[in-house]
């Protein structure tokens, strides 16, 4: 399992980060980190691309499902009601999970490459080599230390990109005013808050680079956004 | 029941323990902090993959949960899909 692990996951982006390095920025890895970051990102673009445009589209929709939820069906069918109306309209909001389960070893194996520090000859491919690579970013920080700052930025980003999505409305969330869903309603909002201070006092504890993958990530996220959001609304104009 | 048949019936389960400590990781603490990605299906993959391994034994409750996983990209269409 570990050995496959190695091979399949974190000897590629163990390497992929080393190569990035010797040849493309002067040998700072920190600068390595953020060109994989965002090389990772575009291979994801197609992805995220058709979600976001989908949730743009479904602003025109919110009345009809409004009137759904308000129909009292059970979760099952308001469920289903909704999935044909997507499908009527040709839309769809989801980016779905694979997108995340994809992310999560990436993340684990770049915060491993740091941990285990930046020189481990038994997962470096024979073509590549370690020699004269800095593991300080931009000649201040050292990446296999934490450093507050990225990743109170990571933070910030994590922030500005929530509060710049337009939120999924999930199906089965029935408008009910009971007290439970009341509570995941109030907890949802918090996370919006919350979840930033989370990733900062995470991130804080972790390598610096962890925290430049995160906020270099939140970052492409962002601009991912305004991007699609000027292209789609000058689209439906 | 005897008493081994008995602990062999809760020796099996382990893995499936397991699997559900996991999914109850991923669901309190993973899942949240991606606010703008939603499970294109219902019930959502995590619900799914908990109610298959309640429902079935390990490997089925794996094998399912790891193709309804695959199949979750916007390339499909949102649908109603029960374990």
Known sequence: MITLWNIIIYQPIYNALIFIAQHVTGKDVGLAVIVLTIVIRLILFPLSKKSIVGQYKMKALEP??????NKGLSKEEEAQATFAL??????NPFSGCLYIIIQLPILLALSLCFTHGVSQPTHLYHFLSTD????TFLGVVNITKPFFWFALLAG????IQAFLAPQP????????????????????????????????IIASRLA?????????????????????????????A | MSFYKKSLKYIQK??????????WLYKTFIS????????????????????????????????????????????????????
Request: charged share 15%; aromatic share 12%; hydrophobic share 40%.
């Open chain 1, 86 to 91: 997507y499908k009527e309209y040709k839309i």
């Open chain 2, 32 to 83: 949240p902090f991606y606010t703008r990605h939603h499970c294109i299906f219902y019930p959502t993959c995590s619900q799914y993959a908990r109610e298959c391994f309640e429902k079935y034994s390990f490997f089925t409750a794996f094998r399912k949960s790891i193709n309804r996983i695959s199949r979750c990209h916007p390339g499909n269409d949102p649908q109603v899909d029960l374990p």
């Open chain 2, 14 to 23: 382990i893995p499936a323990y397991i699997a559900l400590g996991i999914i």
């Open chain 1, 156 to 159: 910030i980003t994590q922030a």
């Open chain 1, 132 to 135: 004269g690579l800095k593991s």
């Open chain 1, 169 to 200: 409305i999930p199906a089965g969330s029935s408008n009910d005013t009971n007290m439970q869903t009341q509570l995941a309603k109030s907890l949802s909002v918090q996370t919006k808050y919350i979840l930033p201070v989370i990733i900062v």
């Open chain 1, 64 to 69: 009809k499902l409004q009137a759904l939820k």
């Open chain 1, 208 to 236: 610096s680079a962890v925290s430049i993958y995160w906020a270099m990530a939140n970052i492409f996220s962002i601009l991912q956004e305004l991007y699609l959001r000027k292209t789609v609304r000058s689209k439906l």
